[in-house]
T-cell receptor, first 108, second 112 residues
Framework: RKEVEQDPGPFNVPEGATVAFNCTYS??????FFWYRQDCRKEPKLLMS???SGNEDGRFTAQLNRASQYISLLIRDSKLSDSATYLCAVRGTYKYIFGTGTRLKVLA | NAGVTQTPKFQVLKTGQSMTLQCAQD?????MSWYRQDPGMGLRLIHYSVGAGITDQGEVPNGYNVSRSTTEDFPLRLLSAAPSQTSVYFC???????????FGPGTRLTVL
C-alpha cells in the first residue's frame, strides 16, 4: 500500500461546479499536510497547508481527519483557470511524501 | 531572491554516462530534497538533506548520489545513467520545521 494515495482522476467538471478531492495517508505519525497545484510541465506550487481545524482560502477549503487519516480539498465555483493537477503531501519527521496527484479539468 | 534554481533544464544522456544535476537555493533553507516525477507515479523522493553535511535516502535512491557541502547547494549525481532514469527531476527546499517546500523548475532528463 502506498503511503499517500489519491484518486488520479481526471475529474471533468463544468465551470461553476463544486469539486472535492480526497487523499489518504498510512502513517499515523504524520505531522504536516499540504495541497500543491501543478500546472502542465511546471513545478508544484503550494496551494494551501492543511490545519487540524480546517482552513479556507477564498474558494478553497482544506480539511484534515486524523482519525480516518485523510485530507480533503474542496473547490467551489470552479474556474477554467483551476484546471491543473492537485497533489497532496504529507510530512513525517523529515520526509515529505506526495500523492500521485488528481487531474482536474474545468470545462466551459 | 532567485528561489530554487536548477541546471540544466534539459539533458540527453547515453546509457552508462554520468552527470550531475545542479540545485541551489538562496533562502537559507536547511532542508533540501530531490524528487523524480514519472507519469502515473507522482513525485518520488530520491534523497534529502536536513543540513550541510547531512544526507539520507528517500524512496528511490538507487543509482543516485548526493552531497551537501554548503547550505545553498545540493547536487544530484547519476553514476551510470540507465533508460529507467528518464524522468523529470525536481529539487525542493524548505525550513527545517514542517513548512511548505519550494520547488525548482525541474530538469527533464532523457537517457537513450
Amino acid at each position: 500500500r502506498k503511503e499517500v494515495e489519491q484518486d488520479p482522476g481526471p475529474f471533468n467538471v463544468p465551470e461553476g461546479a463544486t469539486v472535492a478531492f480526497n487523499c489518504t495517508y498510512s502513517n499515523s505519525a504524520s505531522q504536516s499536510f499540504f495541497w500543491y497545484r501543478q500546472d502542465c510541465r511546471k513545478e508544484p506550487k503550494l496551494l494551501m497547508s492543511v490545519y487540524s481545524s480546517g482552513n479556507e482560502d477564498g474558494r478553497f477549503t482544506a480539511q484534515l481527519n486524523r482519525a480516518s487519516q485523510y485530507i480533503s480539498l474542496l473547490i467551489r465555483d470552479s474556474k477554467l483557470s483551476d484546471s491543473a493537477t492537485y497533489l497532496c503531501a504529507v510530512r513525517g519527521t523529515y520526509k515529505y511524501i506526495f500523492g500521485t496527484g488528481t487531474r482536474l479539468k474545468v470545462l466551459a | 531572491n532567485a528561489g530554487v534554481t536548477q541546471t540544466p533544464k534539459f539533458q540527453v544522456l547515453k546509457t552508462g554516462q554520468s552527470m550531475t544535476l545542479q540545485c541551489a537555493q538562496d533562502m537559507n533553507h536547511e532542508y533540501m530534497s530531490w524528487y523524480r516525477q514519472d507519469p502515473g507515479m507522482g513525485l518520488r523522493l530520491i534523497h534529502y538533506s536536513v543540513g550541510a553535511g547531512i544526507t539520507d535516502q528517500g524512496e528511490v535512491p538507487n543509482g543516485y548520489n548526493v552531497s551537501r557541502s554548503t547550505t545553498e547547494d545540493f547536487p544530484l549525481r547519476l553514476l551510470s545513467a540507465a533508460p529507467s532514469q528518464t524522468s523529470v527531476y525536481f529539487c525542493a527546499s524548505s525550513y527545517s520545521s514542517p513548512n511548505e517546500q519550494f520547488f525548482g523548475p525541474g530538469t527533464r532528463l532523457t537517457v537513450l
